[in-house]
């Protein structure tokens, strides 16, 4: 049997039913994390749980509960379903009310949402590399919020995965932001080159992760925009989120990256990686 969130309770999944009229449901009016569980432990679980308040807090909506009782239900979550190796979803709404875009009263409770799903990590991926294809970011302008509209992102992926590709890399105008649901990365020259964590991406958890990986292997990190024609240039691409980890990109719209390969710093890079994951049982 599986079970979900439901607010501070976890419940058979079947017993859920919300309401047509959830701010969710019809505004897309809330957000969402996801967290990777390696051998039934959360990865970073704090880093995305301060990632979902602060989301929260910039669009002005409470969650009812304080971090540590989120992070003992999403515990129990994993443990009551028995996951081993996936990632567990969640996400909160405005409340429910009849259909208004200013906001409830502030007597309507939030809604959370859990779930979680089973899944292997992407070795072949993460092996010989994936292609990708340069999208123009049509998103909206607070991409640091884990929003759960996702229509830009959704749009770039379908147009992606219709060219046989892995990924979209968005580019506003000449300057490339991220992918569709990952951040991403050139190395050049012994740098590593990505997009500075403002307004145009989210400051993505793994993101994090690589930039802390990156300095321990010398690899010197230069937070500025680059253009399309600088990214085409880089002889490694790499894109990262919560299940691509490192991935690295061989292919770009038919130009090859590098030797086509992925290249020697983005091995460090999956090394240094997989040195931090809580690979072993009960590492949590
Ligand atoms: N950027 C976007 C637009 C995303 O949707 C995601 C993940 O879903 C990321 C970056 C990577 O974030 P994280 O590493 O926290 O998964």
């Known amino acids: 049997m599986a079970y979900s969130l439901w607010n501070d309770q976890i419940v058979e999944e079947g017993s859920i039913a919300v309401s047509p009229e959830d701010r969710g449901y019809?505004?897309?009016?809330?957000?969402?994390?996801?967290?990777?569980?390696?051998?039934?432990n959360m990865f970073t679980a704090q880093e995305h749980i301060d990632r979902f308040y602060a989301s929260a807090e910039k669009i002005r909506l409470v969650i009812p509960y304080t971090k540590d009782v989120l992070h003992k239900l999403l515990h129990e979550l994993i443990e009551k379903n028995n996951l081993?190796?996936?990632?567990?979803?969640?996400?909160?709404?405005?409340?429910?009310?009849?259909?208004?875009?200013?906001?409830?009263?502030?007597?309507?409770?939030?809604?959370?949402?859990?779930?979680?799903?089973?899944?292997?990590?992407?070795?072949?991926?993460?092996e010989k590399g994936v292609k990708a294809t340069l999208v123009?970011?049509?998103?909206?302008?607070?991409?640091?919020?884990?929003?759960?509209?996702l229509l830009g992102a959704i749009m770039a992926k379908q147009e992606a995965s219709e060219k046989g590709c892995y990924e979209a890399i968005l580019h506003r105008g000449d300057i490339v932001t991220e992918c569709s649901s990952a951040n991403?990365?050139?190395?050049?020259?012994?740098?590593?080159?990505?997009?500075p964590a403002n307004n145009f991406i989210l400051n993505g958890i793994t993101r994090q992760v690589i930039l802390k990986c990156a300095e321990e292997i010398n690899l010197p990190v230069i937070?500025?925009?680059?253009?399309?024609?600088?990214?085409?240039?880089?002889?490694?691409?790499?894109?990262?989120?919560?299940?691509?980890?490192v991935t690295p990109v061989i292919d770009v719209d038919g130009n090859k990256i590098g030797a086509g390969v992925p290249g020697e710093w983005t091995?460090?890079?999956q090394q240094a990686?997989?040195?931090k994951l809580p690979l072993s049982i009960n590492a949590e």
Not at 91 to 105: E, K, L, M, V
Not at 223 to 238: F, G, R, V
């Open 184 to 195: 991403v990365y050139g190395i050049k020259d012994g740098k590593l080159y990505t997009h």
């Open 223 to 245: 937070e500025e925009p680059m253009t399309k024609a600088d990214l085409l240039t880089m002889s490694e691409i790499i894109v990262s989120s919560v299940s691509s980890e």
């Open 273 to 275: 990686f997989e040195a």
């Open 84 to 126: 081993e190796t996936g990632h567990v979803y969640f996400q909160i709404t405005r409340g429910t009310t009849s259909r208004n875009h200013i906001f409830p009263d502030a007597s309507v409770p939030a809604v959370l949402t859990g779930n979680v799903k089973t899944g292997e990590r992407s070795y072949e991926n993460f």
């Open 136 to 149: 123009e970011d049509i998103r909206w302008l607070r991409c640091d919020i884990k929003s759960l509209n």
């Open 26 to 40: 019809q505004f897309g009016d809330g957000i969402y994390e996801v967290i990777k569980v390696y051998n039934g």
């Open 267 to 269: 091995r460090k890079l």
